[in-house]
């Protein structure tokens, strides 16, 4: 990650609290696919027809709130 990185993500409208959220997360799924793999974990059948629904068109338009930074309260700092 560079400093580059951080003003797209600006750039398209989010706080530096959910940049670091979109850090965070990503850095979370890296670690468990690691753990994952590493311990030779496998899908059970049928897991991959729920993730295909979760990532449809229709879902995701569903989902647009996630990125709409205007619409997301921050909380305030204490």
Known sequence: ??????????????TDEQALSTVAIT?????????ADGLGV???????DVMAAW?????????NW???AAETPVPAAD
Do not use: H, K, T, Y
């Open 55 to 63: 990532l449809s068109p229709a879902a995701q338009q569903s989902r």
């Open 27 to 35: 850095c979370m799924f890296n670690f468990m696919n690691r753990l």
């Open 1 to 14: 990650m560079q400093q580059s990185d951080i003003e797209q993500l600006r750039a398209v409208g989010l």
């Open 42 to 48: 496998e899908i059970p059948a049928g897991r991959q």
């Open 66 to 68: 996630l990125l709409d």
